[in-house]
């Protein structure tokens, strides 16, 4: 005796069918699908920085800087200020040895007592300083040389005083000396003989 299926068993067996047609089909394999996903996300994720990834490394470099330029600029200043004070005893040391070397007294500019242009030196560029400082403005100070009064042919003093180019800029202390060789210095303004000494 054959046994047949009611209407309602077959639909209900082509139904079940067809669902797990179809669930095969959309997604044969959920755990290799999600695998995938991840992987494109953390190789995404490796090939570059975030908006605020890059926010945050840019604020700690302008940190950073914030703390390190004014200890640049300050170490600047004093670099600056200890070149003008070095120049300064240069200056005293080149007019001496001028003086004693030509017998004609101090030089009449620190143009004089800069190299010459070329051959030997001679009285009116002795090679005594250097060209830099010859031409009266090195390391962010101008140096003004002023001798005196011609007494019987000869200029028996004279005065030198650098200042900042760019005041609080390139230095903030003024210096003055003199053929007693003591180096002057003033915070307000351009130094002079009643300035404090550099002890």
Not at 65 to 80: C, D, E, G, H, T
Not at 152 to 157: A, D, T, V
């Amino acid at each position: 005796m054959l046994w047949r299926a009611s209407g309602a068993e077959v639909s209900h067996r082509r139904g079940a069918g067809a669902s797990w047609l179809g669930a095969s089909t959309a997604n044969p394999n959920p755990g290799l699908e999600g695998r995938r996903h991840h992987r494109r996300m953390r190789v995404r994720r490796e090939t570059g920085f975030t908006l605020i990834e890059l926010l945050i490394v840019i604020s700690i470099i302008l940190i950073i800087a914030a703390m390190a330029i004014p200890n640049f600029l300050r170490a600047r200043l004093a670099a600056n200020e200890a070149s003008a004070v070095s120049s300064c005893r240069l200056i005293n040391t080149a007019e001496v040895t001028y003086s004693a070397f030509y017998q004609m007294g101090y030089s009449s500019s620190l143009a004089q007592l800069g190299p010459p242009a070329s051959g030997p030196a001679t009285a009116a560029a002795a090679d005594l300083i250097d060209e830099i400082l010859a031409s009266g403005r090195k390391s962010g100070y101008v140096f003004s040389y002023t001798p005196s009064a011609l007494v019987g042919g000869m200029y028996s003093s004279y005065q030198v005083q650098a200042n900042p180019a760019i005041p609080d800029g390139t230095g903030t202390r003024y210096f003055y000396t003199d053929p007693s060789g003591v180096i002057r210095l003033s915070l307000s303004g351009a130094a002079g003989p009643s300035s404090s000494p550099i002890h």
